[in-house]
């Protein structure tokens, strides 16, 4: 799968055991927006999949007969709750690739349990994706993360300036605008 999603400036793909795409969508956050999967991100995740034979087999699985991967864009349960939690009622199996915003990502990456690979990781991301890192940081208040995230904050928060600056985040354009 990973050759699929191969560069592609929307996409970030982690592979297995992980099996999550983050897909990027708009660069400017404030700490109170919504982080929930937009119409034109599964658009894009759709038409790149339909090449593979992926086609809609319900309202948030796209499904392959040359594949054993399914692709699943999560529930938001409830509008505004906290992008940790999009995974948390779930049932997933083994070949599910789960496709979530960079935020969302970014806290599903947080739960892994070696802190190494999940800063790696992190880094990896907000290198090539902006994440809404005030907004994780108000959510994860509570969590068993939140001092690991507490930790590492400063240099994802330089990572995201650096992507800011760089030539690469800034001309990104928004994905609706590539659709309409």
């Not at 894009?44 to 499904?63: D, M, N, P």
């Not at 690979?117 to 907004?135: D, F, R």
């Amino acid at each position: 799968m990973k050759n699929v999603f191969a560069k592609d400036d929307y996409l970030v793909f982690f592979d297995e055991p992980h099996l999550i795409l983050s897909v990027y969508d708009y660069g400017f956050y404030d700490r109170s927006d919504i982080d929930m999967l937009g119409p034109a991100q599964r658009d894009y995740v759709a038409k790149k999949l339909a090449s593979k034979g992926y086609q809609w087999t319900s309202g948030r699985i796209l499904e392959s007969k040359e594949t054993d991967y399914r692709v699943v864009f999560p529930r938001s349960s409830i509008q505004g709750a906290s992008p940790a939690d999009i995974m948390r009622y779930e049932t997933r199996h083994e070949k599910d690739i789960f496709v979530l915003t960079p935020t969302q990502a970014a806290c599903y990456l947080l739960t892994l349990e070696d802190k190494a690979e999940a800063y790696q990781k992190l880094e990896q991301l907000i290198s090539e994706q902006p994440i809404n890192l005030e907004k994780m940081k108000d959510h994860l208040k509570h969590s068993p993360e939140y001092y690991f995230f507490c930790q590492i904050y400063p240099y994802l928060k330089q990572t995201g300036k650096d992507l800011a600056a760089a030539s690469t985040g800034a001309m990104k354009s928004h994905l609706g605008r590539k659709f309409f």
